[in-house]
Antibody, heavy 120, light 106 residues
Framework: QVQLQESGPGLVKPSETLSLTCVVSGYSITSGYYWGWIRQPPGKGLECIGSIYHSGGTSYNPSLKSRVTIFVDTSKNQFSLKLSSVTAADTAVYYC?????????????WGHGALVTVSS | SYELTQPPSVSVSPGQTASITCSGDNLGNRFASWYRQKPGQSPVLVIYHDTRRPSGIPERFSGSNSGNAATLTISGTQAMDEADYYCQAWDSSTVVFGGGTKLTVL
């Protein structure tokens, strides 16, 4: 059974870069599926940040595209998120998840989430 | 950009049927998915491909999608079904979520 675990700093200063990693266990990241990042500000809804395929192909939310990089490390079976020039509005729980892409698209497995606070 | 609209809240009595709608332009031409999120927990997929249930999701959860709206239906609603529910679709290589609906079981 696939499991995903986010890790990274819980506190980031304004204007700096947020970095998170998602370690995947129980499933090889190269066996198929896309892999994505979703965030949820406190008390608010879900927002998809973007996704990546093991070959490196990416898709980003247009509203965040200029600040986002998602990359994959197949040797470690993990993928990572970088979000630059953060502000308080980027404070959120960040989830990594497995994205099924067939005739439809859906996240079928999620990590527990990592709270990242942007504050000086 | 594509938008999905959900009612902020829906209330239902135990044992009754709850319906949560998700509206979007020609949503019926896309596939919709639904997630359940309880407080302090990660979202869980309950419906995908409009009508399909992942293993482990009770049969009382069902979905439909036609025209400009998708609907999540919970038959015989139980207290444990109280949660936030999010619809989701795909547009221009981007995943889009609805704003979420808080289901209250009174």
């Amino acid at each position: 059974q696939v499991q995903l675990q986010e890790s990274g700093p819980g506190l980031v200063k304004p204007s700096e870069t947020l970095s998170l990693t998602c370690v995947v266990s129980g499933y090889s990241i190269t066996s198929g599926y896309y892999w994505g990042w979703i965030r949820q500000p406190p008390g608010k809804g879900l927002e998809c940040i973007g996704s990546i395929y093991h070959s490196g192909g990416t898709s980003y939310n247009p509203s965040l595209k200029s600040r986002v990089t998602i990359f994959v490390d197949t040797s470690k079976n993990q993928f990572s998120l970088k979000l630059s020039s953060v502000t308080a509005a980027d404070t959120a729980v960040y989830y990594c998840a497995r994205l099924a892409v067939t005739t439809s698209y859906y996240f079928d497995s999620w990590g527990h989430g990592a709270l990242v606070t942007v504050s000086s | 950009s594509y938008e999905l609209t959900q009612p902020p809240s829906v209330s239902v009595s135990p044992g009754q049927t709850a319906s949560i709608t998700c509206s979007g332009d020609n949503l019926g031409n896309r596939f919709a998915s639904w997630y359940r999120q309880k407080p302090g927990q990660s979202p869980v997929l309950v419906i995908y491909h409009d009508t399909r249930r992942p293993s482990g999701i009770p049969e009382r959860f069902s979905g439909s999608n036609s025209g400009n709206a998708a609907t999540l239906t919970i038959s015989g609603t139980q207290a444990m079904d109280e949660a936030d529910y999010y619809c989701q679709a795909w547009d221009s290589s981007t995943v889009v979520f609805g704003g979420g609906t808080k289901l209250t079981v009174l």
